[in-house]
């Protein structure tokens, strides 16, 4: 694929992702509502696109890997950025709307309430790999920057888990996102496995 077609791709592929938050703004302005709870509705929007934009971006290699479309790549750094951004503003309405910044309260919550202290923790990680996407960066940290960025797999863990507890009644859902993330998991390990067979055989 041509650099260009990339450029409009991942220009689509922004656009898409950008659609769940202009549809919370047109709401919160009029065109719709945000239902009874719209501070819940909001924060849940956020968190659940987060969500699935982190797998999305985990999907690339192992979709790249089976289907051969190297160009898939391209479009990763895009996604995890969207996918930071969005839990980001997930944490910041939950701060600044749902709490209105009262830090004591917050702190409590943080610590006192496991799911809590999960999604905070997620959000917390995913900033060194927001901060290090950059090319100079990869190349500054060379193998470390594959370490790090190999957390992405805990992080999507602990926003699954941060979901599955949030959830009082219908775990379906969340349910469904744990196995989406052990089939993800299951292609990284099976793919480490092959490589660790290839190495043995060539000593």
């Keep these: 694929m041509t650099r260009y077609?990339?450029?409009?791709?991942?220009?689509?592929?922004?656009?898409?992702?950008?659609?769940?938050?202009?549809?919370l703004v047109a709401r919160a302005f009029g065109i719709g509502d945000l239902g009874a709870n719209p501070v819940q509705e909001v924060l849940h929007t956020l968190g659940k696109t987060a969500l699935n934009l982190l797998l999305i971006t985990l999907a690339v290699t192992p979709l790249r890997r089976l289907t051969g479309l190297n160009w898939l790549v391209g479009l990763r750094r895009s996604l995890g950025l969207l996918a930071f951004a969005y839990a980001l503003l997930h944490a910041l309405t939950y701060v600044a709307l749902d709490w209105r910044m009262d830090w004591s309260t917050l702190y409590a919550d943080v610590t006192e309430r496991p799911f809590i202290t999960v999604g905070f923790?997620?959000?917390v990680l995913l900033i060194p790999l927001a901060v290090t996407s950059t090319n100079s960066m990869q190349r500054r940290?060379?193998?470390?920057?594959?370490?790090?960025?190999?957390?992405?797999?805990?992080?999507?863990?602990?926003?699954?888990?941060?979901?599955?507890?949030?959830v009082k009644?219908?775990?379906?859902?969340?349910?469904?996102?744990?196995?989406?993330?052990?089939?993800?998991?299951?292609?990284r390990l099976a793919d480490w496995a092959r490589r660790q067979a290839l190495h043995r055989l060539r000593q």
């Design 121 to 123: 923790l997620a959000v």
């Design 169 to 187: 009644l219908d775990t379906s859902e969340p349910v469904l996102y744990a196995g989406i993330l052990a089939i993800l998991l299951g292609f």
């Design 141 to 166: 940290l060379g193998r470390r920057w594959l370490k790090l960025h190999r957390t992405v797999y805990a992080i999507a863990a602990l926003g699954v888990l941060h979901f599955f507890w949030q």
């Design 5 to 23: 077609r990339l450029a409009w791709l991942k220009a689509g592929v922004i656009a898409a992702s950008l659609l769940p938050f202009a549809l």
